[in-house]
């Protein structure tokens, strides 16, 4: 187990580094930001002296290595719209998208229930609703489901609000959007996140139930009198549990990343939305560390999510080592 | 006169499939004594298995018992409700799967699975339970108990897995066990073993054993009596000398012939002619004259149960001797 933490962890910094390389290359050849920094009525020199001020004007692999240089100190630079630390502005966008990530998530968490009652009674009028429904979900675009949630519920109802995260308490330096306000305005963006991994949710509990349901182990637990609400909660959710985790872990990694589309539509101040503000102005710092950021946090799920599949299910051996 | 252990009458397995009615499992009677083993003979598709299921109250939708009686001790267990059915099943009557791969939860320790069938029945705590499965678990022949119950199923060779399934089956000694093909996925020394297991452990607690095989042979060995089911019907049944050397039915006579064991050296392999019908169409009346060189006219209506001899009954038209 921990032969196999300490491996993924080794893995993780190899990872991170060609990362880190494709982002900077990737990240250059979309253009200059001097470009847009700068005005049509700017000089030549006034350009000159903005690209020096910005390292831009030394050769690529001195950009690269002052970059990991200082990256493994956890500093990223300064961004060069805000000239605010990058780490720091991440920092100020990362508890709204936490904060949305955790409400979406736990709404989403729903759908497994209702997959297991549309597994258990694939035949009710009450599972083929929840499995119609589902498609919708699945199908419909979010900033589609986005922009008609705040069309009925913020402009024709006005019940909640279409913008913002609302005012947020400051705790340890850290805001929390824990108000009576702050917790209606996580409401539509949240909701409208979690319809996909709702419905996902709902498909794949029902189709991994309908299958196990009918599993010889599961007829033997009832052929020992087990009583049906055990033969269900735990002989069949264990199994089930198996491949969701792993599509939850994937999903959760998702979300915490940024919802970039929800974000945008409900002018939410996440990282996601950071995100595009520095793809729209070319802020190459940010973008870098939003890259990095990203695959750090798919690297570290990834590495809860093997751990916990080793606790559910027994025949799975982390790293090959006898327990 | 005593009344057996189990006693199953004229009892009817129907499936709903679109529209039609498909029978499983057509009019089917048996008795089992304590402590006797009746062996179940078919091919695949007979109705074995439904009849197993059925016994145990199993068949799930769109199957379902439309007739009959199936007693324990007397009791018409078709009669009582889901939850006192329930208490029937694992601790009065208990069944053996056939395939010992996938009869265990892969994700729960066998302890788990062993202790949870003692607590459905029996209010006790839960070191006692685990005691207690521990000795079922060496009575049936698991080299030490005591570390294998905190094992995992996929620690398990098949032969074994299959050793703690009858563990589990034994842990309430019930009246009856239900073996579905429980050998047949077994290499032949772990088969015998296992067989030899059964035999001692239910004649020791009078427990009737009800073996249901596509293998003759086998059941020649352990059943003091055979029934031989062919497309839903009991064909043919009588104690197992009698179906072995004077079978009267001629399925069982194709099935005794087809035995490679019975073959004289060097001569090619007898078989009967044609497959098993599907529950879809089954021929009406005897359903086996379509392969039987013996039908005529008369087979086109569904023969009667005749019983010749005493205690030896088959259902045919033309019964060889």
Redesign the interface.
Known sequence: MTIFIIRRLVQSVILLWIVSIIAFLAVYLIGNPVDLIANDMSTPAEREAAMRTLGLDRPLYVQYLTFVGRAVHLDFGTSFMSSLPVSQLIFQRLPATVELTIFSFLISLLGLPLGVFAGLYPKSRLAKFIMSSSILCFSLPSFWIGLMAIMVFSVYLGWLPSTGRGETVSLFGVSFALTWSGLRHLVLPGVVLALFNLALLIRMARNNMLEVI????V??????????R?VIW??AM??IM?PIITIQGAELAQLLTGALVVEQIFGYPGIGRLAIEAINTLDRPVLVAYMMLTVSIFVLVNLIVDILYGI????IRLGGAHD | MTVPTLSVQNVCVQFDADGRELTAVDDVSFDVDPGRVLGLVGESGSGKSVTALSIMRLIESPGRITRGNILLNGHDILAVTEEEMRHIRGSRIAMIFQDPMMTLNPVLRIETQLIEGILAHRKMPWRDAWTHARDILGQVGVPSPDERMKAYPHQFSGGMRQRVVIAAAMLHEPDVIVADEATTALDVTTQSQILFEMQRLCSDRRTALIWITHDLSVVAGLAHEVAVMYAGRIVEMGPVDEIIDNSMHPYTRGLMESLPSRNQRGRPLRQIPGTAPSLANIPAGCAFRTRCGRATEICFQQPEVMEPRAGHSSRCHHPVN
């Open positions: 009918s599993t010889d182990f007829r033997f637990a009832r052929a020992k009198g087990v009583s049906e055990r735990v002989h264990r199994n198996i559910v299910d027994p025949r």
